[in-house]
């Protein structure tokens, strides 16, 4: 048999309605967060569920490098042991933003010389608050610039206290610092000043994290987070399934028609997935959450929404898809914040929409985007990000002869993802 040519993958068309159950791995933004709470528990922690990607491997990669021990089980359930904490390391961050911003206020902590660099992508993300944030709490960085690569020399402590930052063109920024405070000597108060702050339930999503853990948060007023210095637990950890990875399949049912089922969908969750549930239910969706998961219905019609998704950019590259193929125009705001992302992706999708004959204007913090009828098969870049790749599968079901550029960046997140949609479609890879 010969491997599969990723490098120019055919988007599969939908030639029936769907009637699927498609079980996703773990949350990368929870996995993430709890394997750095691991490296600095009491105690070993247990995982179950985890994911099992490029952004999770770099970051056990980089946690094994100041000191952590991986062991038991199969690769969706280690064990954590907590991270010594005195070495000199180079860390590779690849394209991971939890990587690149959540190890360097970790290796504050670290005794010993750590260097951060990542993919030549990496090298354009935004990395100043980072590092003006670390050298603000009197650690040494060197640095040439404000972005990878960097190195951190840490002493093994931090007094913490009170910081003021500007995360406005990343949350992580925020979850970065929060996540290793319950280590510094004072804990930390750490306060938002700028002129947005997007992706509001990533840092939800840390503080529960930490307060799962017997850490002491809080939350005085908007903007400003308290964390007070303390152990942090170890112990088991089970990961939900990543509900923004549900998006693409989601979206298969409303332009194939039929359903989709997504087994364990949690009943409360800090997940910027979770809001799925809402949004396309505005664009013509029928959803349904029982003993089964989740499930989704929808009849291939599909109509247009105006939405400001600030709570979570990383659903609107479904949204835009599904806007692509809507009977009605769409405007999609308040993410001007993901032009820092893997890419710029309000240019890089406006690029691609109209390279196939779509209609999507690029605004100062989003799209607005006019269904035509012009849409025609044809390259779909992906700018190695990964939800680029699953945008133009979306459309594909629709559009034939969309070939989807790189589709293997999705191993990012979601590892198998063309074999894991043809399942969906009823084809095999």
Sequence with gaps: MTEPNYSQWPAPSALRSLAS????????????????????????????????????SLMLAALKSLGAEVSGGDSTSPTVSPATLNASATIDCGLAGTVMRFVPPLSTLNRGQVTFDGDEGARKRPMDTTIT??????????????????????TGEVEGGELTIDASSSSQFVSGLLLVAPRFKNGLTLRHVGDHLPSLP????????LRERGVAVSSPEPSV?????????GGFKQIEPDLSNAGPYLAAAMVAGGSVT?????????QVGNDFDGILQQ??????????GLTISGTGSI????????????????????????????RIRGIAHIRGHETDRLAAMAT??????????????????????????????????????????????????????????????????????????????
């Design 352 to 429: 691609e929409i109209n390279r196939i004959g779509g209609d999507c204007r690029e605004t100062a913090d989003g799209w607005e985007i006019v269904p035509t009828e012009t849409m025609h098969g044809g390259l779909w870049k992906t700018y190695e990000d990964h939800r680029m790749a699953t945008a133009g599968a979306i459309i594909g079901l629709r559009v034939p002869g969309v070939l989807v550029e790189n589709v293997e960046t999705t191993s990012k997140t979601m590892p198998n993802f063309p074999a894991m949609w043809q399942k969906m479609l009823g084809e095999t890879a």
């Design 225 to 233: 987070w308290r964390v007070e210095p303390g152990p942090v637990a």
């Design 262 to 270: 997504i087994p364990d969908w949690p009943v409360s969750t800090t």
């Design 21 to 56: 159950v498609v079980p996703l791995p773990g949350s990368k933004s929870l996995t993430n967060r709890e394997l750095v709470l691991a490296a600095i528990a009491e105690e070993p922690t247990r995982f179950a569920g985890a994911l099992v990607s490029r952004d999770s």
């Design 283 to 292: 664009m013509g969706a029928s959803i349904v959450r029982d003993e089964r």
């Design 202 to 209: 990533h840092i939800e999503m840390t503080l529960h994290c």
């Design 303 to 330: 109509k247009g929404i105006d939405i400001d998704l600030s709570r979570g950019g990383e659903l609107a590259k479904v949204v835009a898809a599904l806007a692509v193929l809507a009977d009605s125009p769409s």
């Design 133 to 154: 944030s670390l050298r603000a709490l009197g650690v040494e960085i060197f640095a040439e610039g404000l972005s990878l690569p960097f190195t951190v020399l840490g």
